[in-house]
């Protein structure tokens, strides 16, 4: 089965400039939650989506929003990049996340770079 | 709010030596808890995780966890280290999100540095 996959993989964009990353979860997966990983903060939590509904969020600024699709692939987008929103970006699916036998699988990431 | 904590920013082990990644956790209620490596350029990969049963908790490439209800700790243990063990140990934790849904608290990661 294939694993989580996230494209692109790297991503060099400017400040002011906007962005879509993609994440296509594992095969009958249908919970999809984000990450951002940076040096100074660690792993934060972004969002997650079920069935096309955002169902949980993290503690980030109106600039980062997302959505999902009927076949559970998942984007998110930030808007006005700020020098500070480089990072790699992780996309995790897992069956529901909704039951504690649930275990998030992690993509590669995609390495954003603001200039 | 549930929490963990790695106490050690990095972890250097000859060899063939035994290992230890330490982790602490804070819940209320039940823990259930998890352990990821990272690779270079990699996303995470999962390790192992304790929901409930036994407290020695076998996962892959040879790890296991130990689960101390009492210290309230979680460490990852290999009885025999590799230089390919090399890379960043994350613990976590599931932490409630919305009705009936969860989310994931991760801990600041462990580097170990596995020495030939």
């Known amino acids: 089965k294939a694993g989580v996959t996230q494209t692109p993989r790297y991503l060099i964009k400017t400040r002011g400039q906007q962005v879509t990353l993609s994440c296509s979860p594992i095969?009958?997966?249908?919970?999809v939650s984000w990450y951002q990983q940076t040096p100074g903060q660690g792993l934060q939590f972004l969002f997650e989506?079920?069935?096309?509904?955002?169902?949980n969020k993290g503690n980030f600024p109106g600039r980062f929003s997302g959505r999902q699709f009927s076949n559970s692939r998942s984007e998110m987008n930030v808007s006005t990049l700020e020098l500070g929103d480089s990072a790699l970006y992780l996309c995790?699916?897992?069956?529901?996340?909704?039951?504690?036998?649930?275990?998030?699988?992690f993509g590669p990431g995609t390495r954003l770079t603001v200039l | 709010a549930q929490s963990v904590a790695q106490p050690e920013d990095q972890v250097n082990v000859a060899e063939g030596n035994p290992l230890t990644v330490k982790c602490t956790y804070s819940v209320s209620g039940n823990p259930y808890l998890f352990w990821y490596v990272q690779y270079p350029n990699r996303g995470l990969q999962f390790l192992l995780k304790y929901i409930t049963g036994d407290n020695l908790v076998k996962g892959s490439y040879g790890f296991e966890a130990e689960f101390n209800k009492s210290q309230t700790s979680f460490h990852l243990k290999k009885p025999s280290a590799l230089v390919s063990d090399s890379a960043l140990y994350f613990c976590?934790?599931?932490?409630?999100?919305?009705?009936?849904?969860?989310?994931?608290?991760f801990g600041t990661g462990t580097r170990l540095k596995v020495l030939a």
């Open positions: 995790a699916s897992s069956l529901r996340g909704d039951s504690i036998t649930d275990t998030q699988y």
């Open positions: 989506y079920f069935s096309e509904t955002q169902r």
């Open positions: 095969s009958g997966h249908r919970s």
């Open positions: 976590a934790v599931r932490d409630e999100g919305g009705p009936g849904t969860y989310k994931y608290i």
